[in-house]
Every structure is written in structure tokens, then in C-alpha cells.
């Protein structure tokens, strides 16, 4: 069951969450949650110039709703629809890169790497509260980005709570 947000520019501009908001409002009526794991994905409509180079997420203002949404709902990455590129749109919202035409995306190894754990340690305590296991989702996100996580990882995390 896909879920689409529409974002517009005025929404954006005014960094208004209400149609985020209005969705995980409906999410947290069902006792499910896992039902939506993996099925959000955006449709942003911010008119540019048709001369204007730059992909959507190299937007300022785009960037700065992104950055707020992030900030407000830190566990969205597990409803993001990862097969369709969300989740790596949503990562480029949030961390330097820089877009090759023929390489795609190319994160700042250093800030993803951040980011990553980051969202490792937010989600693992997310997962925690809603009861939900952790390890293999967080090494798939892991594996979405290019790393590697191990056991070992998780064992010393572990340990040190």
C-alpha cells in the first residue's frame, strides 16, 4: 500500500509538516505499524526555472523542509518506499553531496557516515519502544548506503547501554 505525500512550494516555504502530519497521524491509529514499513514516498511540486540546473535536493529551501521534517519525525526513514529511491532522496536532503550525471549521487563520505549512525542509534531506540526487532533492519538501511555493519557492531552497542 503505497503512500504518497504532496508537497507544494507554498508548503515548503513555509516549512509546513501538516501533510506529513496528517499521515502519521493515521499511522498511529493502527496497531500495525510494520503494515507501512517502507511504503511513504514524497511528490514535490516546487516550480524552478527551466534553466535551473540543480537537482530537487540541492533546493535550499526544499533542503530546510526536509531538515525540519528530519527533526521533527527522526524515525521516518523506516516508512520511506527504499526501492524507489526514497530513501536515498531523502538521505541527499540532509547530507553534503554532489550529483554526477553519469554516477549519481555522491554522498560526503564523513557527513553519511554521521548521518548513518546517527539514524542507527534514533531508530534502534525506536524500534526498542514500539517493540519491533532492530538488527536486520538496520543493516539493510546500512547496506541502502553502502556500509557494512556486523554483529560485533551491535554486540558493542549493546554492551555500553
Known sequence: MAIIIKL?????????LSPVQTVID??????????????ISFEIDYPRDPEDPREISEVPEIRLWFIRLDAQYPWLPFFLDWKSGELARYVAMLV???FH????IQYNPEALEIFLMQKIFILDHWFTQNNLPSKS???AMAQMLGYDLDDTFFETYTQGC
Open 96 to 98: 553534503p553531496h554532489q
Open 8 to 16: 507544494n512550494s507554498e508548503q515548503v516555504n513555509r516549512l509546513d
Open 101 to 104: 550525471r553519469t554516477e549519481g
Open 137 to 139: 533492519r538496520l543493516m
Open 26 to 39: 493515521s499511522l498511529s491509529k493502527n496497531n500495525d505499524i510494520t503494515a507501512y514499513e517502507q511504503q
